[in-house]
């Protein structure tokens, strides 16, 4: 029994992004999902007092927020590096990273794949149209943005993976399910090619919606 714990909704790009850092390292890990609605419940707070997801447990200790357990994950475990060596390198990991957080979730995804998948599936909610096209502009400004950092190149900072990419990826996936992935991802053919690419990883495919369900209903 491994003892690395996630405790995380089955579909959070952001629990997908801790599984697949966990899946590049190779690590023996379980999921304890988390159900939606509990959030704020004492439980769930005493592990992440903001009452978000994931929270990471390994061993006694415990991690909340997903860069900080990524960038433990790579640190703490052994398996191939997902940092880069060289400063610039890493400042530009850390800088898509947080691109991630602050501009394609905030106001973009966290709008528009909540409105079209989250909401309707999980809440029984109607999408609101007027929010989604709210957030269309500041997603094509986001889309535009990736897609110059992400030039020719295979991953965000070069040609081996970096944690940037398994932050941005299960968040661009998401999106992808929704209408709007088309127009915002029209004319930026290497961000299409680029995500084609990481889900042709096994950790990608180790931690789709489907497969974390049914981890989820096996832990």
């Not at 996630?6 to 579909?11: A, D, K, V």
């Amino acid at each position: 029994m491994s003892d690395i714990v996630i405790h995380s909704i089955p579909g959070s790009p952001f629990g997908r992004a801790a599984l697949v850092a966990l899946e590049e390292k190779g690590a023996r890990y379980r999921l304890a999902p988390v159900v939606p609605g509990t959030l704020r419940g004492p439980e769930h707070l005493a592990r992440h007092p903001f009452g978000r997801v994931p929270v990471l447990e390994h061993g006694d200790f415990r991690l909340y927020e997903a860069q900080a357990i990524l960038r433990y994950v790579d640190r703490a475990l052994p398996g191939p590096a997902l940092t880069p060596a060289q400063p610039r390198a890493a400042g530009r990991m850390d800088q898509l990273m947080n691109i991630n957080d602050w501009y394609l979730f905030q106001g973009v995804a966290n709008v528009i794949a909540f409105q079209r998948i989250v909401g309707p599936r999980l809440l029984g909610l109607t999408p609101d149209e007027v929010a989604i096209a709210a957030a269309m502009p500041k997603g094509h400004a986001v889309f535009e943005e990736l897609s110059r950092q992400l030039g020719d190149q295979s991953y965000f900072v070069g040609d081996s993976i970096s944690l940037a990419d398994l932050l941005l990826a299960p968040q661009l996936d998401f999106m992808r399910a929704t209408p709007e992935w088309a127009p915002l991802a029209a004319g930026r053919e290497n961000l299409q090619a680029w995500l084609d690419r990481m889900n042709g990883r096994p950790s990608m495919q180790a931690t789709t919606w489907e497969r974390v369900a049914a981890m989820a209903q096996g832990s």
